[in-house]
């Protein structure tokens, strides 16, 4: 008698149990992705491995812009134009690393990690 497909997975041919070779361990489990959008600014703290802590955002509304004089300003973010990591993230407005916001001193692109550090850094583009 042959067994079905799915039986092959958990079980031997003789019947016998598939035992895994191990378990996952703790530190080789996945997290949702952490999506910062545009709006009033909410963080949230997460334990990391090492008794550390990172910050991320949720959301924020504010940019550290670094302009070509060696000068940080912060400003209001419009708009997300383009998201180069993923086509639905620039659908939704999502902000990442490498990502191009509209705020009111011209285009400028994301050079932190917002999901991970829990602010977002800038640069300005020239036009």
């Known amino acids: 008698m042959k067994k079905s497909v799915e039986n092959l997975a958990t079980s031997k041919i ?3 149990r598939r035992v895994p070779l191990r378990i996952r361990r703790k530190y080789e489990t996945d997290r949702y992705p952490n999506e910062p959008i545009n709006g009033a600014q909410i963080t949230v703290t997460r334990d990391v491995r090492g008794k550390n802590k990172k910050t991320a955002l949720k959301a924020i509304d504010f940019v550290n812009l670094a302009t070509g004089d060696a000068k940080v300003k912060k400003t209001k973010i419009i708009k997300v134009l383009d998201n180069t990591t993923n086509n639905d993230y620039k659908r939704r407005g999502i902000i990442t690393k ?5 705020t009111q001193e011209g285009k400028c692109r994301v050079v932190s990690k917002p999901g991970q550090i829990g602010i977002v850094n800038a640069i300005l583009l020239k036009e």
């Open 98 to 102: 490498g990502a191009i916001l509209e």
């Open 14 to 16: 003789t019947g016998g």
